[in-house]
């Protein structure tokens, strides 16, 4: 465990540390090149598997409803993960994975574990419902707990909390829900095609009310739960190992049962899916959402409270901590560098304000014991990329800081002041092209 010095050193003193060399296997190109291949495989592969349950027109049906609620869903996670934004590499995997590599794991299992319980108990339906009760949440949620495993292991440095955890669990539930809405409404279409039912009382409507109208969020709302456990796991000490491993697991096992529950509602009677998901699902969705919101919350207000220490020791101006851990005034800073700059600008000063918040969280896992063997050198890596932007960066957070901090009270001095509280005016004496010079007013940078 590094040791984390009272204040980084100045900018012009010299950083120690080197990187270590990757092996084999951690370089970029084995890693992109065996991903895409699998993902490339296993989508032409879901596919086929979707075309042929479904029909070319049933596929491009579904395939044109269920695409509906993906950009929604995604500009939410996205909207999540604006404090830290992640690069957008680590969403796409996760779609990709949840889309393709998931939704054919869960495919292939599911059919072959309901087959086999058909066959050992000579009772179909039977295997059916045990299939979608029991199998099924199992197969789906491991399926698509291995796309945040991996980003955990592979993208540490992008993984560094609980809205981590959630964002990249959310699209990747989102992607597998989106493939799976493709099989669902283009099945349904084809029931519709050979019944002749057409309009609202169609079986295609019936599915896309419940699954695309009423609980979009369901899939996502299950592999948070397994993202929140990877996300307390990394802010998690790297000593204490069983916690590491026993949270998400944790969440694994709750995103079991709730996804159980949710596909059992159909059992439950008549009224069973309402009640479910009216006493149950509503609650739990409300619940998660408030802990999000929470948590991004806290996450600024960790910003404000550790990068001062990075003012005392000359790397940011002192107006720039609270401009960080305020969301409005990080957009009135890219709106300034974008009047001022153009597009180039407005992306140095997103990167700015990306960096500075990585190093805001970076510092405040190491004062609290749980930062990593390389916090020194990274700790100078996202100062170095913080010192190539300051040019542009600074002017457009000052002057974010200045439109946004709330007037600060001045109370009356027991001396007189000229001007203020009644006093007459001072003589005006000459400044710049000959106008008075006026003292500028007082601000409080740190006050939110």
């Given at each position: ?10 900018p ?16 970029k ?44 869903l ?8 604006r ?29 072959f ?12 339906s ?12 199992i ?17 540490r ?54 699954r ?8 996502p ?12 796991s990394?802010?998690s ?52 959402t ?15 409270e ?5 003012t ?69 890596e ?23 901090a ?17 006093y ?25």
């Amino acid at each position: 465990m590094a040791t984390v010095p009272p204040y980084p050193p100045h900018p012009g003193a010299p950083s120690g540390g080197a990187l270590r060399h990757a092996h084999w296997w951690q370089r970029k190109w084995v890693r992109y090149g065996a991903l895409s291949t699998l993902l490339a495989l296993s989508g032409l592969v879901i596919l086929a598997l979707v075309r042929e349950q479904t029909g070319t027109e049933g596929f491009l049906v579904g395939l044109g409803l269920a695409v509906l609620p993906v950009p929604l869903l995604t500009a939410v996670f996205r909207w999540l993960d604006r404090v830290e934004p992640g690069p957008w590499r680590n969403l796409l995997f996760a779609f990709a994975w949840g889309a393709c590599a998931a939704a054919l794991i869960a495919i292939v299992a599911n059919s072959f574990a309901t087959r086999w319980i058909a066959t050992a108990t000579a009772d179909p339906s039977s295997a059916d419902t045990l299939g979608a009760t029991v199998i099924a949440p199992i197969v789906e949620e491991s399926a698509k707990a291995a796309a945040v495993l991996l980003v955990f292991l592979f993208r540490r440095r992008d993984f560094t909390g609980i809205v981590d955890g959630v964002v990249i669990a959310g699209v990747t539930a989102t992607g597998f829900a989106f493939t799976e809405n493709i099989l669902y409404l283009g099945t349904a279409f084809g029931t519709d095609q050979l019944t002749g039912d057409r309009g609202i009382a169609s079986v295609t409507a019936a599915t896309f009310f419940v699954r695309i109208i009423m609980s979009p969020f369901a899939h996502p709302l299950f592999t948070v739960l397994t993202g929140i456990g990877f996300g307390i796991s990394a802010l998690s000490a790297e000593r204490q190992h069983v916690r590491r491993v026993l949270l998400p697991l944790s969440g694994l096992l709750l995103a079991m049962g709730m996804h159980a529950i949710w596909n059992a509602s159909s059992t439950f009677g008549e009224y069973g899916f309402i009640a479910v998901y009216a006493a149950f699902m509503v609650p739990a969705f409300g619940l998660l959402t408030w802990l999000v919101i929470w948590t991004r919350q806290r996450e600024l207000r960790t910003v404000r409270e550790e990068l001062p220490a990075y003012t005392v020791a000359g790397w940011l101006t002192p107006a720039e901590p609270y401009a960080l851990g305020s969301m409005r005034a990080r957009r009135m800073a890219r709106e300034y560098a974008h009047r001022r700059g153009g597009r180039p600008a407005a992306r140095a000063v997103a990167q700015y304000e990306a960096y500075a918040t990585s190093l805001a969280f970076l510092r405040h896992r190491g004062r609290r014991g749980r930062a990593g063997a390389d916090f020194v050198v990274r700790e100078q890596e996202l100062l170095q990329e913080l010192w190539r932007r300051r040019d542009v960066a600074r002017p457009a957070l000052d002057h974010a800081a200045r439109a946004t901090a709330p007037p600060v009270a001045v109370a009356a001095p027991p001396w007189p002041v000229y001007g203020v509280y009644g006093y007459p005016a001072a003589p005006a004496y000459p400044g710049h092209l000959g106008q008075a010079v006026v003292p500028y007013p007082a601000y409080n940078p740190y006050r939110s």
